[in-house]
């Protein structure tokens, strides 16, 4: 049973972690049909898909606690509400941006689901448990191709490299609390996400460097998760068009 103090402060968690999974999946569905390769069209395809069913459990989870209703979470809600980091919104890029970035966050999410499977809060550990599974084909397949990127032509290299220095300065963002994590974390219901930070820049550096990839030094982290560039907006106006058509809407 969740304190009732926490509750405030687990559903701004779980909807962070949401947003960034509906915003990166919008972001790699919009390789279906232009991936390099066939298999890879299948795969980037089912990534998407993926992180679309991640987000859709932590926000039952959220829906569990506060009645809120996904579909109208997700469709409805205006840019400057969207807790995601700004990572992920950022444009795809060519494929050497798209498995950089991808590369970058799996490893993000891997590392703090393995300690979200030991949380106090029984729903969230069993989501963990459960999307881990998936999080390590990502991983596998995300390192795979940085490795390829940073170890195959001069200009694969170059690509791999230049994505890096635009990507790596916001991964920071990503281990930001928010306000109410302390709570959470002294009650061992998520995770410590700053103590996790040094372990995630040590693991992603040394398969980068073994990738032939520099990662670079400094540049601009975002503040908070109130912070978005331009690119939020017209990802998110897209992707609820259809639904605003007809907001009363309740079968398509």
């Given at each position: 049973?969740?304190?009732?103090?926490?509750?405030?402060?687990?559903?701004?968690?779980?909807?962070?972690?949401?947003?960034?999974?509906?915003?990166?999946?919008?972001?790699?569905?919009?390789?279906?049909?232009?991936?390099?390769?066939?298999?890879?069209?299948?795969?980037?395809?089912?990534?998407?898909?993926?992180?679309?069913?991640?987000?859709?459990?932590?926000?039952?989870?959220?829906?569990?606690?506060?009645?809120?209703?996904p579909?109208?979470?997700?469709?409805f809600?205006?840019?400057?509400?969207?807790?995601?980091?700004?990572?992920?919104?950022?444009?795809?890029?060519?494929?050497?941006?798209?498995?950089?970035?991808?590369?970058?966050?799996?490893?993000?999410?891997?590392?703090?689901?393995?300690e979200?499977?030991?949380?106090?809060?029984?729903p969230?550990?069993?989501?963990?448990?459960?999307?881990?599974?998936?999080?390590?084909?990502?991983?596998?397949?995300?390192?795979?191709w940085?490795?390829?990127?940073?170890?195959?032509?001069?200009?694969?290299?170059?690509?791999?490299q230049?994505?890096?220095?635009?990507?790596?300065?916001y991964?920071?963002?990503?281990?930001?609390?928010?306000?109410?994590?302390?709570a959470l974390?002294?009650?061992?219901?998520?995770?410590?996400?700053?103590?996790?930070?040094?372990?995630?820049?040590?693991?992603?550096?040394?398969?980068?460097?073994?990738?032939?990839?520099?990662?670079?030094?400094?540049?601009y982290?975002?503040?908070?998760?109130?912070?978005?560039?331009?690119?939020?907006?017209?990802?998110?106006?897209?992707?609820?068009s259809?639904?605003?058509?007809?907001?009363?809407?309740?079968?398509?």
């Amino acid at each position: 049973m969740l304190e009732a103090y926490l509750k405030d402060a687990l559903v701004a968690r779980l909807t962070a972690w949401a947003d960034d999974e509906v915003v990166l999946a919008q972001r790699l569905s919009e390789w279906v049909g232009h991936a390099p390769i066939l298999e890879e069209d299948i795969a980037i395809a089912n990534l998407a898909q993926d992180e679309l069913g991640h987000a859709k459990v932590w926000l039952e989870l959220r829906q569990e606690l506060d009645g809120s209703d996904p579909d109208r979470l997700v469709y409805f809600r205006d840019p400057l509400e969207f807790q995601n980091a700004v990572l992920v919104e950022l444009p795809k890029g060519d494929w050497a941006f798209t498995m950089v970035r991808q590369y970058l966050f799996d490893a993000y999410e891997n590392l703090w689901l393995k300690e979200a499977t030991r949380s106090t809060y029984p729903p969230l550990a069993e989501a963990a448990s459960r999307i881990l599974k998936e999080e390590r084909f990502h991983l596998k397949h995300s390192s795979l191709w940085v490795e390829r990127l940073g170890q195959g032509t001069e200009e694969s290299h170059r690509r791999a490299q230049e994505a890096l220095e635009t990507l790596f300065p916001y991964v920071r963002q990503l281990f930001q609390p928010l306000p109410g994590d302390e709570a959470l974390v002294e009650a061992r219901v998520v995770p410590d996400l700053k103590a996790l930070e040094a372990p995630y820049l040590e693991e992603v550096t040394a398969h980068l460097v073994r990738s032939g990839l520099r990662p670079p030094e400094g540049g601009y982290v975002p503040k908070s998760r109130q912070e978005h560039t331009e690119y939020l907006w017209s990802l998110l106006a897209e992707m609820q068009s259809v639904a605003r058509w007809d907001p009363e809407a309740k079968a398509w």
